[in-house]
């Protein structure tokens, strides 16, 4: 079975940065399309980042992209999100999502989130 748990999270100033975790366990995480998603109070969960099973296709939402960065380690089966120069509005429950690359578009598996609050 697929988990996914990430770390990282915490209260950060705005202007300062914070490096998320999310560690993958029950699967080969080479075979995973992965993905970044936050979720602010009162908001609908939306897109932060995306990077595909080989690392050669990464995207971004407009709001995040030059501060955020997103890579993966298939070895310690982790993948990173580096969070710089963050903003009050960055404030939200962050998760991470995988799914197989040979399934289908759909997300299948996600962690528990972690926290993320930048102060002003």
């Known amino acids: 079975q697929v988990q996914l748990v990430e770390s990282g999270g915490g209260l950060v100033q705005a202007g300062g940065s914070l490096r998320l975790s999310c560690a993958a366990s029950g699967c080969t995480l080479s075979s995973y399309d992965m993905g970044w998603f936050r979720q602010a109070p009162g908001k609908e969960r939306e897109f932060v980042a995306a990077i595909n099973w080989s690392g050669g296709s990464i995207t971004y939402a407009d709001s995040v992209k030059g501060r955020f960065t997103i890579s993966r380690d298939n070895a310690p089966n982790t993948v990173y999100l580096q969070m710089n120069s963050l903003k009050p509005e960055d404030t939200a429950v962050y998760y991470c999502?995988?799914?197989?690359?040979?399934?289908?578009?759909?997300?299948?598996?996600w962690g528990q989130g972690t926290q993320v609050t930048v102060s002003s």
């Open positions: 999502a995988g799914r197989n690359r040979w399934v289908g578009p759909q997300y299948a598996y």
